[in-house]
């Protein structure tokens, strides 16, 4: 752990970059089994933000791999420190007032407690969106292949046939994929940002008109 250094803080504070940028910086979390949904609603929303005018990035799970977390596996420990990396740059894009909108297996539940205390403790909204589909849906889907591969052994570790998924116990939004189009998923989370008042529903309104 590093030592002997300081906290060197801006001139500009949160409130004024807000203020500057016409926005609130905050993370929206989704969690879910692999093919539940959640990477399909995080593009879709990202792309309804944008184009309303509202400052957001999207943070996702696969595409992480090939750059920030290429030397994590799979395993409990890799995975845990694959979240807490995630939580720290999710975090980073929401202090300078952008939404962060990560789309993550995240299968643990601690995990997931741990990055929403650590916005929480920087003053930063954290919503928890979990993309539930039972497992025999996920298997149906399956565009990757990966759940035939698991069952037969060729991938080790792999949520929800040989390794835990936790599913939230209180998510901020819970949306059932296989009963919810992906336009109806967007709209509960943008529903949800307006009437918390994170989202000026008028800027929603005017753009999407």
């Known amino acids: 752990m590093a030592t002997n250094i300081t906290w060197h803080e801006g001139a500009v504070s949160k409130e004024e970059r807000q203020n500057l940028l016409g926005q ?15 990477s399909t609603l995080a593009t879709a929303l990202e792309q309804t933000l944008l184009h309303s005018g509202v400052s957001a990035y999207r943070l996702d799970g696969d595409n992480v791999r ?22 720290e740059v999710a975090k980073l894009f929401s202090d300078a007032a952008v939404i962060a909108i990560t789309s993550f297996i995240s299968p643990y539940r601690q995990d997931r407690d741990s990055a929403r ?27 990757k292949g990966l759940y035939k ?33 992906v336009e109806e998923g967007v709209q509960l989370v943008l ?8 989202v000026a529903p008028e800027k929603l309104i005017k753009k999407q008109a």
């Open 24 to 38: 609130k910086g905050f993370t929206i979390w989704f969690t879910g089994l692999s093919a539940s949904g959640k």
């Open 66 to 87: 090939f750059g920030l977390n290429k030397n994590l596996g799979f395993g409990p420990e890799d995975r845990t420190e694959n979240i807490r990396r995630i939580s």
């Open 117 to 143: 205390e650590l916005h929480e403790k920087a003053g930063i909204p954290f919503i928890e969106v979990y993309a539930d589909a039972p497992l025999e849906v996920v298997e149906q889907r399956d565009p």
């Open 149 to 181: 591969k698991a069952k037969a052994g060729e991938i080790k570790e792999f949520t929800g046939i040989s390794a835990p998924y936790e599913a939230p116990e209180k998510a901020d939004i819970h949306i059932k994929t296989h009963e919810t189009t």
């Open 191 to 198: 529903d949800y940002l307006v009437n918390k008042g994170l």
